[in-house]
């Protein structure tokens, strides 16, 4: 197995002009499968509140929540670089509480780094975690824990002065100290501007193919998420029709008495066989 990526590395594949690849994984044996793939970043998202959990949005994630699902993912990394996503409520209500709930991510989750919205009004929480020695990755475009006040889960940036706002806020991340930042729902041009002005990796998430990174949702790539397929993923299974084939067929060997089957069962030796009977009897 290769050496745990870094921030060093992460760089260098920037400055090759490496594509980083990226994606989200909630589990330890999901995790050990992407990992072996050669993923670059695994991304615990608080998407698992919607992937997992069934909720319609991801506020519902808390921390003791996000904690659970990181420490079993950075588990399963032992190459990858583990991203924990920082929750709703848990960085924005000041400094010391981010600091506290990022080193929580780092001290309990075993991750190498923490995500979280905003641009320059988060700044200042960036740059505190930062100075705690925490490594910090921004998120731009589409925010989905601020949806309801950016008008929904739509492209951002489509207006000359919503693009200027993008750029301007990672400009501030990168000033702040993120090593990175992910721009979610951009159209693709103003991602490669941003990109050419940033000297740090930039992340696509349906933002084009300008970035230094693409980065999917696990469950929208293997298709196991039934509600929605954003327009920007690829699927490459279809992982859920694959598994309901297979329910199908359980439900339908245990009505008709096929499983389980003489290959399915164990035996028990003859004369422990016959003091059971024995006892049974006399029951």
Do not use: W
């Amino acid at each position: 197995m290769p050496d745990k990526l870094t921030i060093p590395d992460l760089m260098e594949k920037m400055a090759n002009g490496e594509p980083i690849s990226m994606i989200t994984c909630y589990d330890y044996p999901t995790a050990r499968i992407i990992d072996r793939a050669g993923v670059d970043l695994v991304l615990v998202g608080d998407s698992v509140a919607m992937t997992v959990l069934g909720h319609k949005t991801t506020l519902p994630a808390t921390m003791d929540m996000m904690i659970i699902f990181a420490e079993a993912v950075a588990r399963g990394c032992e190459r990858a670089f583990v991203i924990g996503d920082m929750p709703y409520m848990s960085y924005q209500v000041s400094v010391s509480e981010a600091i506290r709930n990022a080193g929580r991510y780092m001290a309990e989750a075993a991750v190498d780094c923490v995500k979280l919205e905003g641009g320059r009004a988060m700044c200042d929480a960036v740059r505190g975690i930062v100075h705690a020695g925490i490594p910090v990755m921004g998120h731009l475009g589409l925010t989905p824990q601020s949806a309801s006040a950016i008008g929904g889960y739509k492209v951002q940036g489509r207006s000359g002065q919503a693009a200027i706002n993008i750029l301007e806020d990672a400009l501030a991340l990168q000033d702040a100290g993120a090593y990175s930042v992910l721009l979610e729902l951009v159209p693709a041009r103003i991602t490669e501007v941003i990109t050419e002005k940033l000297e740090i990796p930039t992340i696509s998430i349906g933002a084009g193919a300008g970035a230094s990174g693409f980065c999917q949702i696990f469950h929208d790539a293997v298709g196991m998420f039934e509600a929605f397929t954003p327009r920007h993923a690829k699927q490459y299974a279809s992982i859920g029709a694959q598994i309901r084939e297979a329910m199908d067929q359980f439900v339908a060997d245990i009505k008709d008495r096929t499983y389980p089957g003489p290959e399915h069962s164990f035996k028990v030796a003859s004369d422990a066989l016959n003091e059971f009977l024995e006892y049974a009897e006399k029951r």
